[in-house]
């Protein structure tokens, strides 16, 4: 059924006020807080009709009502209105990607505290391995006797590193030439495809197989990992909203947030752009806690993914602000990684 506007309207502003206040909504408020010009009498109808149609429920006859997760599924999709960053709040945004977008680390971990700070939730994020992601810079770099550090810098202009077997033997002007050689071989390839020239390039390597053997093997446990790079922030602050109250929804909360694999599932997203996804409640499988919604954005630069972030917490949550957060996160980050090229 298509509600009418005056539904519409008086739903957005139940789902607002909850939202807002934490307390059920009485048709009194609506009329004295937001339509004045309308009768207590004929908002206490409409509430009672979207009661019957699933969008509110009442816990008590005498109480006004809550949104139901159908409600809050129809107010995120068509009701919610945008709201807008301050400068603060961009300003904050900014200083936390300043001088670090050369670190995927560092980039991931300060994304995710910001996104926390700003909204008051339960931040998480991992960073995207795609074998798609094409190698601009690659270079070694003795650092024992035995033991070099590869730098790989990829088309997004953020650099993984890792350290590699050498042998003992091998000369500083060998290690240059091993590490000529790789660039030349690997510098404007995807992972993907180097991986799959594996063994025809390698005949290239001669003296060199074990450098080659493990920088191989670099590349693949890049393109391997992915549960592993889960960064949390704020688990605590669900406590801070009164849902939470319950022991057993914070049992059944933090089961899901301490476990890497179910939140790396939760994150899953195959789009390449900054585009919001919502999760209420326990639509999308098991690993999610039924009274807790996930928002997430997949940000990336030039085509390239860095990531998925995301803000998990109550069915109550501030839609409207975790929203504008993340699609700010998200054009500062990728305005910033553009700059750097």
Do not use: W
Not at 120 to 149: C, M
Not at 168 to 183: G, H, K, N, P
Not at 288 to 297: G, K, R
């Amino acid at each position: 059924m298509k509600l009418s506007d005056r539904k519409r309207k008086i739903l957005q502003l139940v789902v607002d006020d909850y939202i807002s206040t934490a307390q059920p909504v009485s048709s009194k408020s609506i009329t004295e807080k937001h339509m004045p010009n309308v009768s207590s009498a004929t908002v206490r109808s409409e509430l009672a009709q979207l009661e019957e149609l699933g969008y509110l429920s009442q816990l008590h006859t005498s109480s006004g009502r809550v949104p139901s997760v159908e409600a809050y599924k129809l107010y995120v999709s068509e009701l919610m209105d945008k709201s807008k960053l301050t400068a603060k709040e961009v300003g904050a945004i900014r200083d936390a990607f300043e001088g670090h977008a050369d670190n995927l680390e560092t980039v991931v971990q300060n994304a995710v505290k910001v996104i926390s700070d700003l909204t008051d939730y339960t931040s998480v994020g991992y960073t995207a391995h795609s074998d798609k992601n094409k190698i601009i810079k690659i270079d070694l770099f003795r650092y024992k006797p035995t033991q070099a550090l590869l730098l790989i810098v990829t088309e997004n202009t953020l650099i993984r590193d890792r350290f590699i077997s050498i042998p003992e033997v091998m000369t500083d002007a060998q290690l240059i030439e091993a590490s000529e050689l790789i660039a030349r071989l690997f510098v404007g390839k995807e992972f993907g495809e180097i991986i799959g020239l594996g063994d025809v390039i390698k005949e290239e390597f001669q003296g060199y197989r074990e450098i080659f053997d493990s920088v191989m093997s670099a590349i693949e446990d890049y393109i391997a990992k992915s549960g592993s790079n889960v960064i949390l922030e704020g688990e605590g602050k669900i406590l801070n909203h009164p849902e939470y109250n319950d022991s057993e929804k914070v049992k059944n909360f933090l089961s899901v947030v301490t476990s890497k694999n179910k939140l790396a599932g939760l994150l899953a997203d195959n789009t390449d752009n900054i585009e919001i996804n919502i999760k209420i409640g326990g639509e999308e499988g098991k690993d999610m806690p039924e009274d807790c919604s996930l928002v997430t954005a997949t940000y990336s630069a030039s085509g390239v993914k860095i990531g998925t972030y995301g803000v998990i917490g109550p069915l109550r949550m501030d839609y409207q602000k975790v929203v504008s957060v993340l699609e700010g996160v998200g054009k500062i980050l990728e305005d910033m990684l553009k700059d750097k090229k």
